[in-house]
């Protein structure tokens, strides 16, 4: 049975929280990839960035629907995910448009289980973490690979 460690890409590309939005996503594009981990100084995992996370960018801020009732204003949609899309949608840097604690996967974590999560989930990039070290990194064509090999 294929694990992880087996179909990891090992030759990683990582971005810093410090990064300006506009260099990350010319990594992204020359490296043809869908998503870098984030790492701090020490090299520890701190997030993910997507292009998804950069797309956002484009969006327009949605305005909260509001509605009164007994003379008080009750808005719809919640500040709390108001400010989160805002922060997106304005960020300069990678730590404002990173998505925070990324799902990862250990090195013997099965394929199956890999597509399960790619598929349902709707991750496009997994992060391989073994001792809380970032060891590699999974994409789609990762495991679509495993389905032309010789």
Do not use: W
Not at 23 to 41: F, M, Q, S, T, Y
Not at 42 to 60: A, E, F, P, R
Not at 121 to 132: G, I, Q, R, S, W
Request: hydrophobic content about 45%; glycine content about 4%.
């Amino acid at each position: 049975m294929k694990t992880a460690k087996d179909i990891m890409t090992t030759d990683l590309v990582t971005v810093s929280p410090d990064m300006e939005i506009t260099r990350a996503a010319e990594l992204l594009i020359e490296n043809r990839i869908n998503g870098v981990p984030v790492v701090d100084i020490s090299g520890k995992l701190v997030g993910i960035l997507c292009q998804s996370d950069l797309i956002v960018q484009q969006k327009k801020l949605p305005i909260p629907s509001l509605f009164t009732f007994l003379d008080g204003i009750i808005a719809l949609t919640s500040m709390k995910q108001l400010e989160k899309e805002a922060q997106k949608i304005t960020a300069t840097t990678v730590v404002h448009a990173m998505t925070r604690n990324p799902v990862t996967v250990k090195p013997d974590t099965a394929i199956e289980t890999l597509a399960e999560l790619m598929a349902d989930k709707k991750f496009h990039t997994l992060p391989v973490v073994d001792n809380e070290k970032l060891i590699g990194i999974i994409g789609k064509e990762d495991i679509l690979r495993t389905l032309i090999r010789y």
